[in-house]
């Protein structure tokens, strides 16, 4: 009979302890995953950004009246850089930057030679391929802060949670204005 007292009491005491660890490791395995799949958004805006300097200089030699627009995509681009680690500001500006892409490359239609570049076809093409990476690394950044915040915010977790001092992740949102009209990709 002792031992079956002592034996329920191990339990009783084992049991929130075990509960306690698997939490706690669940919530670093969650924020892990989320400054993994932030670096991912991280690497395809850096890729845009250095896509966006070779445009520009492909763009400049065709259209000596557009210097403002081309400023225009400059300025947004070297904003976005200085952004990197925070994912609401950074959303903000990214908008910024693909409004003023899309004004080049609006402009660029009124240039015969220029859209029968290959070097900026190429690189038109690279920047649409950036657009998808960024679109597909971004809901993966956004489904991996969903789950850390409910497990954050749900309890019993949410206790855990505050004791280590876990706390939600913010999402990468992008207004609906800025990527309704996707980015041109063929002239022909």
Known sequence: MDTSVGLVVLIVVLLPVVYVIAAYNRLVRLR??????????DTELRRRHDLIPNLVETVKGYMTHER??????????????????????LAQQ?????????????????????????????????LANTEDRIQAARRFYNANVRENNIAVASFPSNVIA???SFGGAEFFEIEETAVREPVTVSFG
Do not use: C, G, H
């Not at 403002?68 to 500001?89: C, F, G, H, W």
């Not at 490359?105 to 190429?122: H, W």
């Open 32 to 41: 892990a995953t989320v400054k993994e799949s932030w670096a991912d958004v």
């Open 68 to 89: 403002e627009i081309m400023d225009n995509v400059v300025r947004a681009r070297e904003a976005a850089l200085t952004l990197s680690n925070q994912p609401a500001a």
């Open 94 to 126: 990214e908008n910024v930057l693909a409004q003023a892409l899309k004004s080049l490359l609006a402009i660029a239609e009124n240039y015969p030679d220029l859209k029968a570049s290959q070097n900026f076809n190429e690189l038109q093409q690279e």
């Open 162 to 164: 505050s004791m280590f």
